[in-house]
């Protein structure tokens, strides 16, 4: 926890390849103006890493436990990636605790995964090669983790001169493992359908952030999160999956506009 | 008289207030001027194989305490590109300095020079000290102290039949290869991890430099004779501030520290820290600037 006085900004966890050291460059802004309060997602950083119990729905109960155990009664909910599931869980089941919620680059079932991705539905079985997506197997995540981590990382950040975020993130992935990143892709996790019923109970305000140069999840699914909310899109012209770190300025005064425009 | 071609530039943190030329024996130099306030800090032009961008990162900042006047050295930038070695001497960019401050109406200024910046400066200092009130010297070039010893390998100015490492800094080399001379080159001033974009930056701006003019301004400075610079230092009566990275892998820190001795000025040790550290490290190094600036005002008040 960041800070003092009102809004709470709460920023959630995304996937457990990282821990919440990846909001670096929005704390100390926030801070200022306002409070901060954040966890590491179960599977990285500080917290625990069970075996399983990675479904959205333990995220989301996770997010409530740190706002019961910090006395934050409501919060404006800000998601990256994967984080977005547990967003939409909290922003539509717990309205009285949500004031708003953002979503950058929200990976969400809706839209089409990208057309080089479409290797990682088979996750689960033994490839023949292990080029540029098909990186993304549990095989090759047991054989070579650092490997996989420097390509995945290298598509988040598709803005030239990322080197800097680029080391940090696989620095913090390597502070869990690829038996825990395994567990984590069994989980359950919300499908089209469960994201489209859910959206439409989302009464709060919402803003949606999406990169043109997303390699991760692409535009299209933020897109489409935007329009099932009735929430306000923005398009960064050349950005990636990581607009935060790599434009953090530009996000900021973003989230901040947003924050300050809440009833 | 060759011109070069100008790469479509950047956007900009600031734009100058103002900007033209100064002219001296027929050689145009282009000048930038950005804020009112006092006193002036005239941050001069380095070897030419960059142009004043390379103080993009003090500019805005030092402009909203500050007069901040730079201009480009001859050779690269806006200004002229005379044929010959003997227009590119330390002397020259000297004066040019003083025609700069003569059409803009500066009277007196801080002056701050990067790498060979400092010959210049030090020139400026120990000739003209009613119009210099302090200098700062970033990373200097000066022949103060022997050079790195892997540069000292390869010639310059015959052929080569390598090209690996410092083979690189060669005439010959340059003629042919200057984009790889120039990412070579620039990836040295920039040791520090993540530094892709300054050497980008610096490429770019190294080729707005014909290679003819690049081993014209090269051979003039390697004219700069020891027992003369030896005499000006020797005359330097202003504070001097003198900041070197222990990591320069272009001028030893032996040669900040030297001039910093020789002129009685303050040294502060940059820790981790390239010959670019006005780039890389822009926060620190405008905090010392601003900081020397200021104590040079309280100066005057406690010296009447």
């Given at each position: 926890?960041?800070?003092?006085?009102?809004?709470?900004?709460?920023?959630?966890?995304?996937?457990?390849?990282?821990?919440?050291?990846?909001?670096?460059?929005?704390?100390?802004?926030?801070?200022?103006?306002?409070?901060?309060?954040?966890?590491?997602?179960r599977?990285?950083?500080?917290?625990?890493?069970p075996?399983?119990g990675y479904d959205e729905r333990e995220f989301a109960a996770d997010?409530?436990?740190?706002?019961?155990?910090?006395?934050?009664?409501?919060?404006?909910?800000?998601?990256?990636?994967?984080?977005?599931?547990r967003?939409?869980?909290?922003?539509?089941?717990?309205?009285?605790?949500?004031?708003?919620?953002?979503?950058?680059?929200?990976?969400?079932?809706?839209?089409?995964?990208?057309?080089?991705?479409?290797?990682?539905?088979?996750?689960?079985?033994?490839?023949?090669?292990?080029?540029?997506?098909?990186?993304?197997?549990?095989?090759?995540?047991?054989?070579?983790?650092?490997?996989?981590?420097?390509?995945?990382?290298?598509?988040?950040?598709?803005?030239?001169?990322?080197?800097?975020?680029?080391?940090?993130?696989?620095?913090?992935?390597?502070?869990?493992?690829?038996?825990?990143?395994?567990?984590?892709?069994?989980a359950e996790?919300?499908?089209?359908?469960?994201?489209?019923?859910?959206?439409?109970?989302?009464?709060?305000?919402?803003?949606?952030?999406?990169?043109?140069?997303?390699?991760?999840?692409?535009?299209?699914?933020?897109?489409?999160?935007?329009?099932?909310?009735?929430?306000?899109?923005?398009?960064?012209?050349?950005?990636?999956?990581?607009?935060?770190?790599?434009?953090?300025?530009?996000?900021?005064?973003?989230?901040?506009?947003?924050?300050?425009?809440?009833? | 008289?060759?011109?070069?071609?100008?790469?479509?530039?950047?956007?900009?943190?600031?734009?100058?207030?103002?900007?033209?030329?100064?002219?001296?024996?027929?050689?145009?130099?282009?000048?930038?001027?950005?804020?009112?306030?006092?006193?002036?800090?005239?941050?001069?032009?380095?070897?030419?194989?960059?142009?004043?961008?390379?103080?993009?990162?003090?500019?805005?900042?030092?402009?909203?305490?500050?007069?901040?006047?730079?201009?480009?050295?001859?050779?690269?930038?806006?200004?002229?590109?005379?044929?010959?070695?003997?227009?590119?001497?330390?002397?020259?960019?000297?004066?040019?300095?003083?025609?700069?401050?003569?059409?803009?109406?500066?009277?007196?200024?801080?002056?701050?020079?990067?790498?060979?910046?400092?010959?210049?400066?030090?020139?400026?200092?120990?000739?003209?000290?009613?119009?210099?009130?302090?200098?700062?010297?970033?990373?200097?070039?000066?022949?103060?102290?022997?050079?790195?010893?892997?540069?000292?390998?390869?010639?310059?100015?015959?052929?080569?039949?390598?090209?690996?490492?410092?083979?690189?800094?060669?005439?010959?080399?340059?003629?042919?290869?200057?984009?790889?001379?120039?990412?070579?080159?620039?990836?040295?001033?920039?040791?520090?991890?993540?530094?892709?974009?300054?050497?980008?930056?610096?490429?770019?701006?190294?080729?707005?430099?014909?290679?003819?003019?690049?081993?014209?301004?090269?051979?003039?400075?390697?004219?700069?004779?020891?027992?003369?610079?030896?005499?000006?230092?020797?005359?330097?009566?202003?504070?001097?501030?003198?900041?070197?990275?222990?990591?320069?892998?272009?001028?030893?820190?032996?040669?900040?520290?030297?001039?910093?001795?020789?002129?009685?000025?303050?040294?502060?040790?940059?820790?981790?820290?390239?010959?670019?550290?006005?780039?890389?490290?822009?926060?620190?190094?405008?905090?010392?600037?601003?900081?020397?600036?200021?104590?040079?005002?309280?100066?005057?008040?406690?010296?009447?």
């Open positions: 926890m960041y800070g003092e006085g009102r809004p709470t900004l709460l920023l959630l966890p995304t996937w457990s390849i990282i821990h919440s050291r990846h909001w670096k460059m929005q704390i100390p802004y926030f801070a200022r103006h306002g409070q901060v309060l954040l966890f590491d997602g599977g990285n950083g500080r917290s625990d890493r075996e399983n997010a409530l436990a740190v706002m019961d155990a910090t006395g934050t009664e409501r919060a404006v909910l800000v998601s990256l990636s994967m984080g977005a599931q967003a939409l869980l909290l922003a539509a089941e717990e309205p009285e605790r949500v004031d708003g919620a953002v979503f950058i680059c929200p990976s969400v079932a809706l839209g089409k995964p990208l057309a080089a991705r479409t290797i990682i539905a088979r996750w689960d079985e033994e490839l023949e090669s292990d080029e540029g997506w098909a990186k993304y197997n549990r095989h090759y995540w047991l054989r070579d983790y650092r490997g996989f981590l420097e390509y995945f990382f290298s598509q988040m950040f598709t803005e030239p001169h990322s080197t800097k975020p680029i080391e940090d993130c696989i620095g913090w992935a390597l502070e869990t493992t690829p038996e825990t990143l395994i567990a984590t892709q069994h996790t919300l499908d089209a359908d469960a994201t489209l019923a859910l959206s439409d109970r989302v009464r709060c305000p919402v803003l949606v952030i999406v990169g043109t140069e997303d390699s991760i999840t692409g535009p299209g699914r933020g897109i489409a999160l935007a329009e099932a909310t009735g929430g306000e899109l923005v398009v960064l012209e050349g950005s990636g999956h990581g607009p935060h770190v790599r434009d953090p300025v530009r996000v900021n005064l973003l989230l901040r506009e947003f924050v300050e425009s809440l009833p | 008289m060759i011109v070069a071609e100008t790469a479509p530039e950047q956007s900009r943190a600031r734009y100058p207030d103002a900007d033209g030329f100064a002219e001296r024996d027929g050689v145009r130099v282009f000048w930038e001027l950005y804020g009112d306030g006092d006193p002036t800090v005239f941050l001069l032009p380095t070897w030419s194989i960059v142009h004043s961008r390379h103080w993009k990162a003090q500019i805005p900042y030092l402009a909203r305490h500050f007069r901040v006047l730079t201009f480009d050295g001859r050779g690269n930038g806006k200004s002229d590109r005379p044929s010959g070695t003997s227009v590119y001497l330390e002397t020259e960019f000297a004066a040019d300095s003083l025609a700069v401050m003569e059409a803009t109406g500066t009277e007196r200024a801080v002056v701050a020079g990067l790498s060979c910046g400092a010959l210049w400066g030090t020139l400026l200092a120990a000739d003209h000290p009613e119009r210099v009130l302090g200098a700062v010297f970033i990373g200097p070039a000066v022949p103060l102290a022997p050079p790195h010893p892997e540069r000292s390998v390869y010639s310059a100015y015959e052929h080569l039949d390598t090209d690996q490492g410092w083979a690189k800094y060669n005439h010959y080399y340059w003629l042919e290869h200057q984009r790889e001379f120039l990412e070579f080159f620039f990836g040295r001033c920039f040791t520090e991890p993540h530094s892709t974009k300054h050497i980008e930056d610096c490429v770019e701006w190294g080729l707005e430099i014909d290679p003819e003019t690049l081993i014209a301004t090269h051979s003039a400075l390697a004219l700069c004779g020891l027992e003369s610079f030896r005499d000006a230092c020797a005359r330097v009566r202003c504070p001097v501030l003198v900041l070197h990275g222990d990591e320069d892998a272009i001028r030893p820190h032996a040669q900040g520290a030297a001039l910093a001795n020789v002129t009685g000025g303050e040294l502060v040790t940059l820790e981790g820290c390239g010959h670019f550290p006005q780039a890389r490290h822009p926060v620190k190094v405008n905090l010392l600037i601003r900081d020397f600036v200021e104590s040079l005002e309280r100066r005057t008040v406690w010296q009447p």
